[in-house]
């Protein structure tokens, strides 16, 4: 965890306990409340469950998103499971174990989803790193620009992955151009 992690957990920690847990005859007034269509009261439970969402986030850990974002998750999961608990009818005694329970599963999924959206980017860098070693060789071998045929003879790729990547880089190099045009303009 870098310093800023540290710093953002403390606030979100120093919010969490301003809402101690609450007892069985406060939680069955409010979810009796809730279930009358009292959204303070639905908030209200809420507040009072986020130091699950907390818990959770600590247990899980470093697992590629960054503190903030994934209490944000556990934060709305929160609100699901509290919704949800309301509508079944629960009892009070439960309502714990059922928002761990669901902010356990929602940040195991927002979790899965990170790991994949990481290592779709990590398959895009290599590929596209082929793909300029291939490009960079074919034009010095050729003398001009290698066609997408060329490219994915080479590649051993689909046409229509190597167009893919290739417009993928070409569109990354021009905002890439811009940016450095920007800086240029500039001095």
Do not use: C
Request: charged letters at 30%; aromatic letters at 4%.
């Amino acid at each position: 965890m870098t310093h800023q992690d540290d710093t953002d957990l403390d606030a979100l920690a120093a919010q969490v306990r301003a809402f101690p847990p609450l007892n069985d005859d406060e939680v069955r007034s409010l979810l009796g409340r809730v279930r009358a269509g009292q959204e303070p009261a639905r908030e209200e439970l809420v507040d009072h469950h986020l130091n699950i969402a907390l818990d959770e986030v600590l247990a899980h850990g470093n697992r590629g998103m960054d503190v903030v974002d994934l209490y944000q998750e556990g934060a709305v999961a929160t609100i699901v499971a509290v919704s949800e608990y309301a509508s079944r009818g629960g009892a009070p005694a439960g309502l714990r174990t059922f928002v761990r329970r669901v902010v356990d599963a929602h940040l195991e999924s927002a979790l899965e989803d990170a790991a994949i959206e990481t290592q779709s980017e990590e398959a895009f860098v290599r590929d596209a790193q082929v793909y300029e070693t291939a490009e960079v060789g074919l034009r010095q071998e050729l003398g001009r620009s290698a066609t997408v045929m060329e490219l994915a003879a080479v590649l051993h790729w689909p046409e229509e992955r190597v167009a893919l990547v290739g417009e993928m880089l070409d569109s990354a190099r021009a905002i890439y151009d811009a940016d450095i045009a920007q800086y240029l303009d500039e001095s």
